[in-house]
Nanobody, 114 residues
Framework: QVQLVESGGGLVQPGGSLRLSCAASGISFSWYTMAWYRQAPGKQRESVASITNGDITDYADSVKGRFTISRDNAKNTVYLQMNSLRPEDTAVYYC????????WGQGTQVTVSS
């Protein structure tokens, strides 16, 4: 069964950190470009970070220097380390796997608030 399962979301104060994980199953994980997207209330889903099968990374300008994407092919897992979180980072974060087709996870809520 092809599946992406995100975890690690929650409530954090501004300036805090969270680490999201996305575990993949049913796919040849190491072949895929993996990415994180987010969608805030009333806004369109936007790309946050991506990592290719060759470990080339890319980030949205709004998260550069604060977020780090990484992957562990042995564990079929992609991570998003989020530091210096801001209230505007509040959103549902989705994991995405892309090769020929695109697979989405169910999302995990991140809330940054004091």
């Amino acid at each position: 069964q092809v599946q992406l399962v995100e975890s690690g979301g929650g409530l954090v104060q501004p300036g805090g950190s969270l680490r999201l994980s996305c575990a993949a199953s049913g796919i040849s994980f190491s072949w895929y470009t993996m990415a994180w997207y987010r969608q805030a209330p009333g806004k369109q889903r936007e790309s946050v970070a991506s990592i290719t099968n060759g470990d080339i990374t890319d980030y949205a300008d709004s998260v550069k220097g604060r977020f780090t994407i990484s992957r562990d092919n042995a564990k079929n897992t992609v991570y998003l380390q989020m530091n210096s979180l801001r209230p505007e980072d509040t959103a549902v974060y989705y994991c995405n796997a892309h090769l020929v087709s695109t697979i989405w996870g169910q999302g995990t809520q991140v809330t940054v608030s004091s």
